[in-house]
């Protein structure tokens, strides 16, 4: 795309009398379900249980509330709202030139508040309460001095979870594709993935999750399923519930 504008620009100005990349077509990319990797909960929870306690807060908010590392990154104290059980994505953290780090706010669409798990408020209380950082305006993680962790930083902490786990080819924003199939598992609809993840348009999480919802055939599946079972007074099978 980058090289067609280009060309489009030069025969807008004349200085090409063609452009050599009318007509031609790139090769699609991979399908989503090929190109994906989600983590089984087996190895999420094998590496929430070898996290550094200091880094075990990070893991859990990708892996529990989606967030991308530079939110992560950039979640204050004072983001958490530990009553209602909500944080709200306000800023990122991003590498630039020359090692250092910005500040700034997440990529459009993308300001939100996530709805926390039980589970995942009593990691993140923990973690503060360990930590002694309780001032709103703290930054959850630390780097160097007072600044948030650098992507270089968190890089090494999660390369060193991965090997403490005994685990490889699993990278850090897996565990966002991990979250949002478990809210489509559970049943979610797309808007509600949609907001949860921070996607500025529904087509965006239909793009990248479609294959993950249930089918039609599915649903037909556990519906009949359902039906059976309580006319031949049996449970639901695990598989079923799963479904």
């Not at 926390?116 to 973690?127: E, F, N, R």
């Not at 090494?156 to 594709?177: F, M, P």
């Not at 009949?224 to 695990?238: D, Q, Y």
Request: proline residues 5%.
């Amino acid at each position: 795309m980058n090289v067609r504008s280009v060309f489009r620009a030069a025969l807008k100005d004349k200085v090409i009398g063609t452009d050599p990349t009318e007509g031609v077509r790139l090769p699609r990319g991979r399908r989503a379900e090929v190109a994906m990797s989600i983590p089984t909960p087996e190895d999420v929870g094998t590496l929430l249980a070898v996290s550094d306690e200091r880094f075990r807060a990070f893991v859990a908010l990708c892996a529990f509330a989606g967030l991308r590392l530079g939110e992560a990154a950039g979640v204050q104290v004072g983001d958490i709202h530990f009553l209602r059980k909500t944080l709200t994505v306000r800023r990122q953290v991003q590498r630039v030139n020359g090692g250092s780090i910005d500040i700034r706010p997440p990529k459009y669409g993308s300001e939100r508040v996530i709805y926390l798990a039980d589970s995942l408020v009593t990691v993140l209380a923990q973690h503060v309460a360990s930590s002694g950082r309780t001032e709103p305006d703290e930054w959850l993680f630390v780097g160097e001095g007072d600044d948030p962790p650098h992507q270089n930083t968190v890089g090494y902490w999660w390369r060193k979870t991965l090997r403490d786990a005994g685990l490889s080819g699993i990278k850090l924003h897996d565990l966002r594709h991990f979250y949002a199939s478990g809210l489509i598992a559970a049943g979610c609809d797309v808007v509600t993935v949609q907001r949860a993840l921070g996607h500025s348009k529904a087509t965006t999480t239909l793009s990248t999750y479609a294959h993950l919802w249930p089918t039609a055939e599915d649903r037909t599946r556990k519906a009949a399923e359902s039906i059976m079972s309580a006319s031949l007074g049996r449970p639901e099978t695990a598989d079923t519930v799963r479904q």
